[in-house]
């Protein structure tokens, strides 16, 4: 075989190794890039108000008008002595107290609407020069039953990794 012959020999071979490598190549690739944006969109939109009304404060959670039913609960936290001094005051019947310590609005927020309560202290039972109450909000989205009402469970949340705990 002459010098030609081996060097179109060889060129052949090579040119079917680069055809071939960029397949077999992406054949075992797992990484993949890719540009651009995409727009995350959370369906349940809610505003949390902290309103000072003297030394008490009016507490109003409102759901947006393109929000999901939601269910909505509140709790305060405070020192033994201050928490003792705190009233919960509301319209009859539309939050309850959980056996947990929460305050549950007592049906589903629909889109617009909001719920309000005032967490008030009584001042002149305090001695104290400074005290601070911590007030939560949580809510979870209103699931369909199927039959035109919804249901809620508290116990999801948030876990802090991936067993569950």
Do not use: C, H
């Not at 030394?55 to 393109?66: L, P, T």
């Not at 911590?134 to 067993?163: C, L, M, R």
């Amino acid at each position: 075989m002459n010098k030609k012959n081996k060097l179109i020999l060889l060129l052949m071979v090579t040119l079917a190794l680069m055809i071939s490598v960029p397949k077999t190549l992406a054949y075992f690739s797992t990484y993949v890039q890719a540009k651009g944006t995409a727009p995350v969109v959370l369906k349940e939109v809610v505003e949390f108000k902290e309103e000072k009304i003297g030394g008490n404060k009016r507490v109003v959670i409102k759901a947006d008008s393109d929000s999901d039913p939601i269910y909505v609960r509140i709790r305060a936290y405070a020192s033994s002595e201050i928490f003792d001094l705190i009233d919960f005051v509301f319209e009859e019947g539309e939050w309850r107290m959980t056996s947990d310590g929460w305050y549950e609005y007592y049906k589903v927020l629909m889109a617009g609407e909001e719920a309000s309560m005032d967490i008030e202290i009584e001042k002149a039972s305090i001695e104290l020069s400074q005290f601070n109450v911590i007030v939560v909000y949580e809510y979870i989205p209103a699931i369909s039953d199927g039959e035109g009402g919804y249901v809620k469970d508290w116990s999801v949340g948030w876990t802090t990794g991936g067993d569950g705990q």
